[in-house]
C-alpha cells in the first residue's frame, strides 16, 4: 500500500495562491489514480481533483475548476496541487488519496491510500 504524505498547506489571503505538494513511498506509485480531497467544517470530505497514473486524464469539481491544477511527477513520486485565485470558501483540510483503481473514482471508498491531511485557510 502507497504512503502519502501532504506538504504544502498554510495561511494565505483570498486572491492569493499556494501549492500542495503530496510525496508518496512505494514502488508502484506510477499505477495509482492520484487525488485531492478537501473537508470544510461541519461538510463531509469531498473530490476536487485527481489525475490518473499516465496523466492523461484530469478532473475538477466544478468548485475549482480554472483556479487549479493537479499534475505529478511519478519519477519523483509526488503530485502537485496548484491553487490560484483562492477565495474563503477554499479553506479546508486537503487530503491527498491514491487508488489502484482504473479511471477516475469520485467516492471515498474507492481511494485506499490516505495522507494525513495539510489546513489551508483563506482569509477574507
Known amino acids: 500500500q502507497v504512503q502519502l504524505v501532504e506538504s504544502g498547506g498554510g495561511l494565505v489571503q483570498a486572491g492569493g495562491s499556494l501549492r500542495l505538494s503530496c510525496a508518496a513511498s512505494?514502488?508502484?506509485?506510477?499505477?495509482?489514480?492520484m487525488a485531492w480531497f478537501r473537508q470544510a467544517p461541519g461538510k463531509e470530505r469531498a473530490l476536487i481533483a485527481a489525475?490518473?497514473?499516465?496523466?492523461?486524464?484530469?478532473y475538477y469539481a466544478d468548485s475549482v475548476k480554472g483556479r487549479f491544477t493537479i499534475s505529478r511527477d511519478n519519477a519523483k513520486n509526488t503530485i502537485y496541487l496548484q491553487m490560484n485565485s483562492l477565495k474563503p470558501e477554499d479553506t479546508a483540510v486537503y487530503y491527498c488519496?491514491?487508488?489502484?483503481?482504473?479511471?477516475?473514482?469520485?467516492?471515498?471508498?474507492?481511494?485506499?491510500?490516505w495522507g494525513q491531511g495539510t489546513q489551508v485557510t483563506v482569509s477574507s
Open positions: 489525475i490518473t497514473w499516465s496523466a492523461g486524464n484530469t
Open positions: 512505494g514502488r508502484t506509485f506510477s499505477s495509482y489514480t
Open positions: 488519496a491514491a487508488t489502484i483503481t482504473r479511471g477516475i473514482p469520485t467516492t471515498q471508498r474507492s481511494y485506499d491510500g
